[in-house]
């Protein structure tokens, strides 16, 4: 029985690729496959990563609110536009308030 574990061909026929040992320790073949491996599993990571953010970033602009730069203005004209028309939270005061807000200088920022 050993003859037949010591005869080559019956030895290297259960076995693969005999992989040549480098100084460091690491085997070629294992080495350049982790490598490929672990680039494959870093990208994937960082489209991952990158595309949260993005989503997150989309996601802020609808959730975030217009705020005046300039409040004092802007609760003029709001008041003149419940002065003005009937049923001040419509549409069309809102959008009559805006405008003449914005004719004044006022603007809007993300807050």
Sequence with gaps: M???M??????LRNVGNVPQNNPDG???????????ETIMKLSK???QAVQEVIAEDKL???VE???PT???KWSYYKSQ???????YPSAYANAWAAKQYKAAGGGWRKG
Excluded: I
Excluded at 6 to 11: A, D, G, I, K, R
Excluded at 26 to 36: A, L, P, S, T, V
């Design 60 to 62: 802020n602009l609808f």
């Design 70 to 72: 300039n409040p004092s």
């Design 81 to 87: 536009a419940k002065k003005k028309f009937d049923v």
């Design 26 to 36: 690491e085997h070629r073949f294992k080495k350049g496959k982790d490598q490929k």
């Design 45 to 47: 990571f960082v489209k």
């Design 2 to 4: 050993k003859s037949e």
């Design 6 to 11: 010591l005869n080559p061909p019956n030895y």
């Design 65 to 67: 609110k217009n705020v």
